[in-house]
Structures are given as C-alpha cells and as structure tokens.
C-alpha cells in the first residue's frame, strides 16, 4: 500500500466520520429545536391559561366587590328611608294636640304614678309647650308638681325626691320602644322583595 492509499483511506474514513458527524449534529439540532419549538408552544399554552385564570379572578373580584357595593347602597337608602319614616312619625307624635294628647299624657303619667305611692313630692318634667295642660292635670295628683322642663315630643318624666327611680313615660321613649319592637316588620313590609 502505499503512502497516496493510506493517505486517501484515511481521507475517505475522516469524510464519513465527518458527514456522520454531520448527519448525527443536525439530527440532534433538530431534536433540540423540536423540543424548544415543543417547550415554547407549553409555555405559550401555560401563559395562556394563567392569564386567563388571573382575567377570571379579576372579574370575579370586580363583580364581587360591585355586588358588595350595591348592596351597601341598597342598605344605605333602606336606612335613609327608614330614618325618613321615623322622622315623619316623631313630627306626627309632636303634632298630637287636644284631648288626645291630654288622654296620652294622662295615661303615661298614671303608668309612672304607681311607681311614687307614698312619696312626699314627686316631680314631673315635661315639654315645655305642654307646661300649662301638666299643670292642669296635676292637681288631680296629691303630692305631685311640675319641676320642670325636658326635651321630648310630650309626655312625663318623674322623679321623687329622695328617690333613685326616675320614670321616663315620654312620648319618645314610648315611640322608640314600639319602633324597636316592630322595625324587622316595618322593613320587611316597605322592602318587600318582588
């Protein structure tokens, strides 16, 4: 063999090996890019679904907070309606006049009477435009004077000297209580859902 032979086959080897090498680095940078090409199209896909989820919880977000708001709104013009009401019904309360309010006036005095039997000297307090029908109706009461005025709608408030009981019979306290008691209904029957 000569020199020129050898020298040709180990061209010849180095050419194969080389186009093997060749043949195999493209394989594998196709394999690569397939797999990159593969890994994009999973990121794409995963960057997809979590933006979807975060725009779904986002609107879940949003629409829970905007149903939280119109409730809120909701409860806010029931109580402005409600004070409203409240508000017409203490003026009607303070409009009373005549026998009726004499009639009301008495009875909650009576009512507060049976608490001071016995006592020397009670004193009542009431509205001060009601100054002249207290008086009228305190000399039906032994022991029982004027002493002054309070702030409310009509009605009495009582006290004996030396006593630590004080009877609030008002016309306030008595419209509080009964508005109280019967508030759920009075809602419920103005904001009836329908």
Known sequence: MSLDTVVEDIRDDARARAEELREEAEARAEEII???EAD???IVAEAEREAEQEIEQEREQRLSSAKLEAKQARLE???EALQEIHESVEQAVAD???EER???TRALLDAAATEFA????VHVYGRADDADLLEDILTDYESF???GETECLGGVVVEAEGSRVRVNNTFDSVLEEVWEENLREISDELFEER
């Open 145 to 147: 004077e004027l002493a």
């Open 102 to 104: 004499e009639e009301l």
């Open 77 to 79: 013009a029931r109580r």
């Open 96 to 98: 009373i006049d005549g």
């Open 34 to 36: 397939s797999e990159a």
């Open 118 to 121: 016995g006592a020397e000297t």
């Open 40 to 42: 994009a199209d999973d």
